[in-house]
């Protein structure tokens, strides 16, 4: 047990310290904060390696993380469950250009599906309230949205997702396109896939795609990942993506969002 807590006392400053600024750890770097040996650390540090947790840099007798270390090292210490208040855009578009990562918010969360309604038995009416989605009539259509009322926009959209409910999800679609609130650095969502592929990162649609907080591959490009975080943005609910490297210290982005709030 001792010698396994040693490990992940070294892997842990490993990890913190590369954050930092990205350079390459070597034993003297830990020997100078961990109360351990140097001549210890270089054994930890090529049975780490051995493991594949750590990688070697050519050239240079540091190491850094892999990938699936940090991937895993975000699954298990990165918090998500909390609302965010953000009140400053100035700061958050500061934050993004400083950490280098894209930063997405959107709203949806609070718009609720109310009611439900025949318009002449030719379209059925979907009230958000605020707004309205039309489709065309079906006996079986009506029923089945009318078990649906009290839904949130986003878990309406994955059902019918789920249920291959196209029509809806084209019209959710077309609701969306008002949604966004703020975004920053679209060069960095280019940069994380370099085709295409980035434009599902410049609007609403990317809420579909994250089936958890976190998220890294298949949505996210090798090396990158993607956050979503409840958040009430100048007042109004939304969500906030934030999406760049898995070697972004991601900890310290939310503790200066939340400080600032």
């Known amino acids: 047990m001792k010698s396994r807590n040693k490990r992940d006392l070294i892997l842990e400053s490993i990890i913190q310290t590369y954050l930092l600024d990205n350079v390459p750890i070597g034993s003297n770097e830990l020997n100078s904060t961990l109360c351990i040996p140097a001549s210890t650390i270089r054994v930890y540090l090529k049975q780490l390696s051995d493991e594949g947790i750590l990688s070697k840099i050519h050239l240079s007798s540091g190491r850094i993380p892999t990938i ?3 991937q895993n090292y975000w699954e298990n210490n990165l918090d998500t469950m909390f609302e965010l208040d953000i009140k400053n855009i100035d700061f958050l578009y500061d934050l993004s250009k400083k950490f280098e ?19 002449n038995n030719k379209f059925i009416i979907l009230d958000f309230e605020e707004s309205e989605i039309a489709l065309k009539y079906q006996d079986e259509a009506f029923k089945f949205l009318k078990t649906l009322i009290g839904f949130d926009l986003f878990s309406l959209e994955a059902l019918a997702l789920r249920l291959k409910f196209f029509e809806l999800v084209e019209k959710i679609d077309s609701l969306k396109q008002n949604l966004l609130m703020f975004r920053s650095n679209e060069e960095r969502a280019y940069q994380i896939y370099k085709n295409d ?7 609403s649609g990317i809420n579909r795609y994250f089936t958890k907080n976190i998220e890294f591959e298949p949505l996210f490009k090798e090396g990158f990942m993607g956050l979503k975080i409840d958040t009430k943005f100048l007042g109004k609910n939304a969500n906030i993506i934030l999406a760049g490297s898995v070697y972004t210290d991601y900890k310290k982005i939310l503790n200066q969002l939340k400080e600032v709030a």
């Not at 990562?101 to 318009?119: H, Q, T």
């Not at 592929?197 to 609007?203: A, K, N, S, Y």
């Open 68 to 70: 699936l270390t940090m």
């Open 197 to 203: 592929d980035f434009v599902r990162l410049l609007d």
């Open 101 to 119: 990562i894209y930063c997405l918010v959107y709203a949806g969360r609070d718009i609720i599906f109310k009611e439900l309604f025949s318009l």
